[in-house]
């Protein structure tokens, strides 16, 4: 386990980030004095900087230059101009980007898995992390996420191995290369590669250019693992590749060393094949076919590691899940809204959104198979909000209505300030758009039915409007 030689006093701008807030819980556990600011915080990072007592201030305030840190660490959402990071200039600070300061002090000693790809990254990274722990590896770890597992959503440990979720948005205002460059990782997991962060990259051609980077960082002792149906990851590995590969699917016509069969069309019970010999069954909480591709390439990560496959099937049974990934806020007990379930999740790109509603979709129908009256079980709901740049800038506007093909009602908050508008009449359902999350809370309190289902989705905080909803309906 790294710790530090000499304990220093460390600041970082922009700590409210899961990754930066991450970062700085894994300095604080190294024995460094740790601070932080930011514009906006609330939970889940809010809630682990305060247990790990980690002081945080405005990111306005530049006091912190008074107690002259040894290291500024800047996240990517800060630029030049930003009050801050003029200020570690002028005075001539030592400065770092997160992703370096994470590769010198603590990735450089380990066993890196890293999980990049555009969708499923934290959920496949929390899946290594827990299979790792469940084989009593006790490893350390970075995710994007809390997984309900651990509690938190980084950690040191004490064990050569390192899980780090492998994000390819740029890393600072003065290092415009992928995160995921920094890390060195010697097991990847490539899960998938859109368009994305169109405030960043011009093409999926320029994003590809980035995967190619961090596969060329992969030893020739390493794995990559992917799917075994992603053509532009395998454009990717067209351009160079010096490691071997494992694929991963379910497509008995493109053949893949890491297959499954599903014992349930919601995804909760599957087997798990590679060369086609069965490992074992997983029975999990988890819904949806994205999750049991992730769970091939997090098991295909852990062996690699040395786990055993069998305890690897066994830990994914005892897989919790991720908080914000189909987490459920609550069920209403009584009144004329008994029933009704509201689920909080991540999904703001529309192929997540679609994989997140086809799931849950799923689960409805396995669920009501099982009574004599599938009416009795209500609506799925989806609700959302476009607030991701690429989002805004109207890149996935064209999508958006298929992403929704599952809902029975769509419900959106835009706000004016935005300039952006949902192409409703190009949807196959009742959309209801609103300006302001009260006037969204009221819509929803009225219109919702006993037993529906209502999925949440936003990569934001969505002003809390998911617990102000259960409240309201079960109170």
């Known amino acids: 386990m790294a710790t530090a030689l000499n304990q220093q006093n460390i600041h970082i701008l922009g700590i409210a980030g899961t990754f930066m807030g991450g970062i700085a819980q894994l300095a604080k556990a190294m024995g460094h004095e740790v601070s932080g600011s930011d514009k906006a915080i609330y939970p889940p990072m809010s809630t682990q900087l305060e247990q790990a007592?980690?002081?945080?201030?405005?990111?306005?305030?530049?006091?912190?230059?008074?107690?002259?840190?040894?290291?500024?660490?800047?996240?990517?959402?800060?630029?030049?101009?930003?009050?801050?990071?003029?200020?570690?200039?002028?005075?001539?600070?030592?400065?770092?980007?997160?992703?370096?300061?994470?590769?010198?002090?603590?990735?450089?000693?380990?066993?890196?898995?890293?999980?990049?790809?555009?969708?499923?990254?934290?959920?496949?990274?929390?899946?290594?992390?827990?299979?790792?722990?469940?084989?009593?590896?006790?490893?350390?770890?970075?995710?994007?996420?809390?997984?309900?597992?651990?509690?938190?959503?980084?950690?040191?440990?004490?064990?050569?191995?390192?899980?780090?979720?492998?994000?390819?948005?740029?890393?600072?205002?003065?290092?415009?290369?992928?995160?995921?460059?920094?890390?060195?990782?010697?097991?990847c997991v490539l899960n998938n590669l859109e368009f994305d962060h169109a405030d960043i990259f011009d093409s999926v051609a320029d994003i590809q250019k980035q995967f190619h980077h961090l596969v060329r960082t992969v030893p020739g002792n390493g794995l990559i693992v992917l799917p075994n149906d992603e053509p532009q990851l395998d454009e990717v590995i067209e351009k160079g590749c010096w490691t071997p590969i494992e694929k991963q699917g379910g497509d008995a016509e493109n053949p893949a060393e890491w297959s499954y069969q599903l014992f349930e069309q919601d995804g909760s019970q599957f087997e798990v094949r590679y060369q086609g010999n069965s490992l074992g069954r997983v029975t999990w909480e988890m819904t949806g076919l994205h999750n049991v591709r992730n769970a091939l390439s997090a098991i295909a990560a852990a062996v690699h590691c040395g786990v055993m496959a069998r305890i690897a099937v066994e830990g994914l049974c005892e897989f919790k899940g991720i908080r914000r990934r189909m987490t459920l806020v609550g069920e209403v007990q009584s009144g004329d809204k008994q029933g009704v379930k509201i689920f909080d999740d991540f999904a703001h790109h529309p192929t997540a959104i679609h994989t997140t509603l086809q799931g849950a979709k799923n689960q409805l129908l396995s669920q009501s198979s099982n009574i004599s009256r599938p009416a009795d079980f209500g609506r799925l709901i989806a609700v959302f909000e476009p607030r991701s740049n690429t989002m805004r800038m109207g890149i996935h506007k064209a999508s958006l209505p298929q992403a929704f093909e599952q809902a029975d009602e769509v419900y959106a908050f835009i706000d004016d300030a935005w300039n952006w508008q949902l192409p409703t009449e190009a949807f196959s359902q009742p959309v209801h758009v609103q300006n302001s999350y009260e006037a969204l809370l009221v819509q929803l309190k009225n219109n919702l039915q006993a037993g529906d289902t209502v999925v949440m989705m936003s990569n934001g905080s969505f002003g809390g409007i998911h617990q102000k909803l259960f409240a309201e309906l079960n109170g």
Do not use: C
């Not at 405005?58 to 003029?86: C, M, W, Y």
């Not at 809390?146 to 064990?159: C, H, I, K, T, Y």
């Open 53 to 187: 007592g980690i002081a945080v201030s405005d990111d306005q305030n530049t006091d912190f230059l008074k107690s002259e840190p040894d290291a500024v660490v800047i996240g990517n959402a800060l630029s030049r101009g930003h009050p801050s990071v003029e200020a570690t200039l002028n005075a001539q600070q030592v400065y770092t980007s997160g992703p370096q300061w994470l590769a010198d002090h603590i990735l450089k000693d380990r066993w890196v898995v890293a999980v990049a790809g555009t969708h499923g990254k934290t959920s496949t990274a929390s899946m290594v992390a827990w299979i790792l722990e469940y084989a009593k590896l006790n490893p350390g770890f970075l995710i994007g996420g809390v997984p309900e597992n651990f509690g938190v959503s980084a950690r040191l440990g004490d064990s050569p191995f390192f899980v780090v979720e492998a994000d390819e948005y740029d890393t600072a205002f003065f290092d415009k290369r992928s995160k995921f460059v920094h890390y060195h990782p010697r097991t």
